[in-house]
């Protein structure tokens, strides 16, 4: 890389209370000099804020293409610019993909910020699984490719993430509850960071009823978490496991395969061969 070339900044910004922004952010917003904002409008305030001067263009999924060539021409002058989105940080279901990709494609610098996403955000307050999550961005807009999108993420074990307008989360919600399951557990976090910060949680038909029947509910962008799926046969033999080695411990192995089939519904014969694997038949008579 030419060490003359200036720096891309991929600055996060918070998703809601100015407070988040980081000591680092505010530097480097100072610092650079040029500011690529999806909404110069709400960029502007945030600086307004802080008290910074930088000057601001326009880097939205309308102009992303041509402002992308023009900022690569600008980073290889010499100078540096920062990429914020909105809110929160800048790719993640906002734009600057393709300004990324072409910098990176020219051997040119291109420095992380980060901060305030809304995603990790609200995956971390929810309640849910956070071991394993698929973050899905915004879903389709009509019912019935929704359907057909959230029907291929439908045995996705981990937590599924997106981001949804409040006017269609009910929508979303009760889509989900037709193809992955009324009983899915879920959260909705609402106005994140907020002074009305809000998390609801239940299964996602209960949410989409009380999204319906509630309209405060239904104001602003919201993160919906989805309890990812569970084979309910590993759920099963879990449980048949644990009876079995109780009941092994103190009958002969075929009485205690029998046994716990009746208690748990599940084969005398495949709780017999289990026992044999786990090793309990011995000593029994």
Same mark, same amino acid.
């Given at each position: 890389?030419?060490?003359?070339?200036?720096?891309?900044?991929?600055?996060?910004?918070?998703?809601? @209370?100015?407070? /988040?922004?980081?000591? +680092?952010?505010?530097?480097?917003?100072?610092?650079?000099?040029? =500011?690529a904002?999806?909404? *110069?409008? !709400?960029? +502007? #305030?945030?600086?307004?804020?802080?008290?910074?001067?930088?000057?601001?263009?326009?880097?939205?999924?309308? @102009?992303e293409?041509?402002?992308?060539?023009?900022? =690569?021409?600008?980073?290889?002058s010499?100078?540096?610019?920062?990429?914020?989105?909105?809110?929160? *940080?800048?790719? =993640?279901? /906002?734009?600057?993909?393709?300004? &990324?990709?072409?910098?990176?494609?020219?051997?040119? *610098?291109?420095v992380?910020?980060?901060?305030? @996403?809304?995603?990790?955000?609200?995956?971390s307050?929810?309640?849910?699984?956070s071991? #394993?999550?698929?973050?899905?961005?915004?879903?389709?807009? *009509?019912?019935?490719?929704?359907? $057909?999108?959230?029907?291929?993420? %439908?045995?996705?074990?981990?937590?599924?993430?997106?981001?949804?307008?409040?006017r269609?989360?009910?929508?979303?919600? %009760?889509?989900?509850?037709?193809?992955?399951g009324?009983?899915? #557990?879920?959260?909705?976090? #609402?106005?994140?960071t907020? +002074?009305f910060?809000?998390?609801?949680?239940?299964?996602?038909?209960?949410?989409?009823? +009380?999204?319906?029947?509630?309209?405060?509910?239904?104001?602003?962008?919201?993160?919906? $978490? =989805? !309890?990812?799926?569970?084979?309910?046969?590993?759920?099963?033999?879990?449980?048949?496991?644990? &009876?079995?080695?109780?009941?092994?411990?103190?009958?002969?192995?075929?009485?205690?395969?029998?046994?716990?089939a009746?208690?748990?519904?599940?084969?005398? @014969?495949?709780?017999?061969?289990?026992?044999?694997?786990?090793?309990?038949?011995?000593?029994?008579?």
């Amino acid at each position: 890389m030419d060490e003359r070339c200036g720096l891309l900044y991929v600055v996060a910004t918070p998703i809601g @209370n100015l407070g /988040d922004l980081t000591e +680092r952010a505010r530097k480097v917003l100072t610092d650079v000099d040029l =500011i690529a904002a999806e909404d *110069t409008r !709400e960029t +502007r #305030r945030l600086l307004a804020h802080c008290g910074i001067t930088t000057r601001l263009i326009a880097y939205h999924d309308y @102009n992303e293409a041509t402002a992308a060539a023009r900022l =690569i021409e600008t980073l290889e002058s010499g100078l540096s610019v920062a990429l914020v989105s909105d809110a929160g *940080t800048p790719l =993640i279901s /906002d734009p600057g993909y393709d300004l &990324v990709v072409a910098a990176r494609a020219r051997g040119l *610098t291109v420095v992380p910020v980060p901060g305030a @996403n809304a995603a990790i955000c609200a995956l971390s307050a929810a309640g849910l699984p956070s071991d #394993r999550f698929l973050f899905l961005g915004f879903p389709p807009r *009509t019912g019935a490719q929704r359907r $057909l999108w959230l029907q291929a993420v %439908a045995r996705e074990p981990g937590t599924l993430i997106l981001y949804e307008s409040g006017r269609r989360a009910a929508l979303t919600l %009760a889509d989900a509850a037709t193809v992955l399951g009324e009983t899915r #557990r879920a959260v909705v976090g #609402r106005e994140l960071t907020k +002074r009305f910060e809000t998390f609801l949680s239940g299964s996602v038909r209960e949410l989409a009823d +009380r999204l319906t029947a509630e309209d405060e509910q239904r104001l602003g962008e919201m993160v919906l $978490l =989805i !309890e990812g799926w569970q084979d309910p046969g590993s759920a099963d033999q879990v449980e048949q496991e644990r &009876v079995l080695r109780v009941l092994a411990a103190e009958l002969p192995l075929r009485q205690a395969a029998g046994l716990a089939a009746r208690l748990t519904g599940g084969r005398k @014969n495949d709780l017999y061969r289990m026992g044999l694997e786990l090793g309990l038949a011995q000593g029994s008579a």
